[in-house]
T-cell receptor
Framework: QQPVQSPQAVILREGEDAVINCSSSKALYSVHWYRQKHGEAPVFLMILLKGGEQKGHEKISASFNEKKQQSSLYLTASQLSYSGTYFCGTAQGGSEKLVFGKGTKLTVNP | EAEVAQSPRYKITEKSQAVAFWCDPISGHATLYWYRQILGQGPELLVQFQDESVVDDSQLPKDRFSAERLKGVDSTLKIQPAELGDSAMYLC?????????????FGPGTRLLVL
């Protein structure tokens, strides 16, 4: 079952913060976050495993709320290079198969 | 840094023609995935290989699509005959063993346009 990402799109000015959410109606075992720039392959950002952990990657971090079956990606002090479409891929029901959301398009303007 | 290689990067074909895409995963990665990504959507798994064996091809339209990984290394995805609705980006990814929580690394993709 495809996870739901919100918002669908967000426009920021450089230096602003953003939160992207990924929700599932099924029990999640892991959440994988990728960023994809137009015409390019998805680039891996981070994986979160069930357990409610939070991970950080420079100014990008993420959390995993097992009870809510939701993961959130936090982008702080956004840079122009953060522009792109962010996808979450979820492993559900014990399967290692990833099901991706429709993506959140992030635009960072000067 | 090791990368997933794919070719060609772009392919334009007419409907009813045959097309083939090639993928070379990161060295030592046992698991190889083919995804299809329609514009504005997330990647959708078509087929997953563990070494040379198909693990999951439940979303592969088997009447026209075929995939093989004969020696458990590189892989070919074929469409015959191509249809207009096949226009999409075809992404190959690989992971070490395909276990829960492993990172999947994507190649640059092949963008297919069917006229």
């Amino acid at each position: 079952q495809q996870p739901v990402q919100s918002p669908q799109a967000v426009i920021l000015r450089e230096g602003e913060d953003a939160v992207i959410n990924c929700s599932s109606s099924k029990a999640l075992y892991s959440v994988h976050w990728y960023r994809q720039k137009h015409g390019e392959a998805p680039v891996f950002l981070m994986i979160l495993l069930k357990g409610g952990e939070q991970k950080g990657h420079e100014k990008i971090s993420a959390s995993f709320n097992e009870k809510k079956q939701q993961s959130s990606l936090y982008l702080t002090a956004s840079q122009l290079s953060y522009s792109g479409t962010y996808f979450c891929g979820t492993a559900q029901g014990g399967s290692e198969k990833l099901v991706f959301g429709k993506g959140t398009k992030l635009t960072v303007n000067p | 840094e090791a990368e997933v290689a794919q070719s060609p990067r772009y392919k334009i074909t007419e409907k009813s023609q045959a097309v083939a895409f090639w993928c070379d995963p990161i060295s030592g990665h046992a698991t190889l995935y083919w995804y299809r990504q329609i514009l504005g959507q997330g990647p959708e798994l078509l087929v997953q290989f563990q070494d040379e064996s198909v693990v999951d091809d439940s979303q592969l339209p088997k009447d026209r699509f075929s995939a093989e990984r004969l020696k458990g290394v590189d892989s070919t995805l074929k469409i015959q005959p191509a249809e207009l609705g096949d226009s999409a980006m075809y992404l190959c990814a690989s992971s070490r063993q395909g276990r829960l929580g492993e990172t999947q690394y994507f190649g640059p993709g092949t963008r297919l346009l069917v006229l």
